[in-house]
């Protein structure tokens, strides 16, 4: 016997919501998604422009840049992107650690 129609919806936003929290998770794991895994820059300029670079991981999205700061943890010197994904609106944090380049 065939589900109703409203049950099949059900399930499928359900494996959707699934989806899209495991993927926010991994984002999070990798490099820049959480202040003990930040992507390593050389300059302040360049934080805006690989945080739009960046694709929203739940809907491959464009992120749009709302705030961009400096911030310390512990003794951590931290630049973070606040961004926004501009189809599904999911708010979060890029960090970035600079790094001094070395004269040759």
């Known amino acids: 016997m065939a589900k109703p129609k409203r049950a099949e919806r059900r399930e499928k936003d359900r494996a959707t919501a699934k989806l899209a929290k495991d993927l926010e998770r991994l984002w999070k794991l990798g490099p820049g998604g959480a202040p003990e895994r ?3 820059i050389t300059s302040p300029s360049e934080v805006e422009t690989q945080a739009r670079s960046t694709r929203c991981p739940i809907c491959q999205g464009e992120l749009k840049v ?35 380049t070395t004269l040759n």
């Open 38 to 40: 930040p992507i390593v």
């Open 66 to 100: 709302e705030e961009h700061v400096a911030e310390t943890r512990g003794s951590a010197r931290l630049r973070v992107a606040r961004v926004v994904c501009v189809i599904c609106r999911a708010p979060r944090s890029i960090y970035f650690q600079l790094r001094a």
